[in-house]
Structure formats: structure tokens, C-alpha cells
């Protein structure tokens, strides 16, 4: 398996912009996680998903962030407007049934908002 | 709720040195414990985990921690150091259920010729 993967793994965007990461994890996980790291607060977990439901999204920072799973083999999160306060790595991760906690990360994608 | 502090920021050692990361963590359950390590760019990958099993636990790379209860700690260990160990650990706590997991802030290794 090619492991978890994230695209783009970069993204330079304007402040005002939409942005789209995208996530495709590993087959036959069943939980998929959306983090983001900044140097600031550490590692945050943003939102997850079982079986393509969200199961908490207490960590979404506001309404300008969202994510879908409209399938077991794909994901995105979505910032609009995004923000220069944005600026972070985000990470996706997905694990299997049984062992959510051993989770698998993508490389991640370094999003600079200007 | 469970909390992590990994109490070095940054450690530097030379190469064929031990290593010694240090985590404490606070929890009100059983809880199960993890390292991972973070190289450059990369994204995080699982080093090892404690489940109440054995205490002594072994992982990849000859990377090795130790359960303690009566300290609340859980230290990475290595006995000797190599150049592409260089890399940020982390120490993450989680109490299971649906609970997530909890990292801590990294302590990022050095290791020098």
C-alpha cells in the first residue's frame, strides 16, 4: 500500500482565497483524521471520521473550515475565506478498525495563506 | 482529562551516545502511551506504544520505553545514537473510546558527528 496520501503538499494562496486539501487514506482504514501542526499550539486534531461520518469536529477552529468523507477513499478540508493565521502543516491520518489510536500519517500539505 | 509534557524542547547528543527523551503524562484512566517520530518534511510515524501489557517496550530503529507508573512516566530511550535519528518526538497519551489522542509539544533530536 502506498500509505496515506495528501495533496498538494504545497499551497500558496492569497488571503480571501478558498483553499481545498485533499486526503486519500490508506484502504481498508476506517477512521481518517485531519490535523494541522503550527510551531505555536503543536499538533491539533482538527476533525474525524468513521465510516465516512463525522464523529467529532470540536477542534475545527470556525466556520471557514470544513471537511467531508464522501467515500472510504477520499477526503478534503476546505478553508473559506482562508487567513494568514491559516498558515500551517496539515496533516490527514487514517487507521484501522480495532486500532484507531495506531494511526497512519500522510506527509502532510504546508499551506502559506498571504 | 489526559495531558503530555515532554520536558526537553530540543536535546542534542553525539553519535553512538544514548539517547533519553523524557515524557510525563497525566490521565484519570489506564491509559495507553505512544511515541512518534516526525523526520523532516515527513509526516508522523508510529515508534511504539504501551497498552498495559509488558512495561518495557520495545520498538523500530532500537528505540525502547519504559512505563512508570508511580512516576507517571513514559521516556524514550536508545543506547546508542545515529546520524537519521535526527528527527522531532513526540509523546502522545490517549484513554481510548472516543476520546482523541493527545501529543505533546515534540522534543526535537540532535545528533551530532
Known amino acids: 500500500d502506498a500509505g496515506v496520501i495528501q495533496s498538494p503538499r504545497h499551497e500558496v494562496t492569497e488571503m480571501g482565497q478558498e483553499v481545498t486539501l485533499r486526503c486519500k487514506p490508506i484502504?481498508?482504514?476506517?477512521?481518517l483524521f485531519w490535523y494541522r501542526q503550527t510551531m505555536m499550539r503543536g499538533l491539533e486534531l482538527l476533525i474525524y471520521?468513521?465510516?465516512?461520518?463525522?464523529?467529532?469536529d470540536s477542534g475545527m477552529p470556525e466556520d471557514r473550515f470544513s471537511a467531508k468523507m464522501p467515500n472510504a477513499s477520499f477526503s478534503t478540508l476546505k478553508i473559506q475565506p482562508s487567513e494568514p493565521r491559516d498558515s500551517a502543516v496539515y496533516f490527514c491520518?487514517?487507521?484501522?478498525?480495532?486500532?484507531?489510536?495506531?494511526?497512519?500519517f500522510g506527509a502532510g500539505t504546508r499551506l502559506s495563506v498571504l | 482529562a489526559q495531558s503530555v509534557t515532554q520536558l526537553d524542547s530540543h536535546v542534542s547528543v553525539s553519535e553512538g551516545t544514548p539517547v533519553l527523551l523524557r515524557c510525563n503524562y497525566s490521565?484519570?484512566?489506564?491509559?495507553?502511551l505512544f511515541w512518534y517520530v516526525q523526520h523532516p518534511n515527513k509526516g508522523l510515524q508510529l515508534l511504539l506504544k504501551?497498552?498495559?501489557?509488558?512495561?518495557l517496550v520495545k520498538g523500530i530503529n532500537g528505540f525502547e520505553a519504559e512505563f512508570k507508573k508511580s512516576e507517571t512516566s513514559f521516556h524514550l530511550t536508545k543506547p546508542s545514537a545515529h546520524m537519521s535519528d535526527a528527527a522531532e518526538y513526540f509523546c502522545?497519551?490517549?484513554?481510548?473510546?472516543?476520546?482523541?489522542?493527545?501529543f505533546g509539544k515534540g522534543t526535537r533530536l540532535s545528533v551530532i558527528a
Open positions: 491520518a487514517s487507521s484501522p478498525m480495532g486500532a484507531k489510536n495506531i494511526q497512519y
Open positions: 484502504s481498508g482504514h476506517d477512521y
Open positions: 471520521f468513521n465510516n465516512n461520518v463525522p464523529i467529532d
Open positions: 490521565s484519570s484512566y489506564s491509559p495507553s
Open positions: 504501551y497498552t498495559s501489557a509488558a512495561t
Open positions: 502522545v497519551v490517549s484513554v481510548g473510546g472516543n476520546t482523541p489522542l493527545v
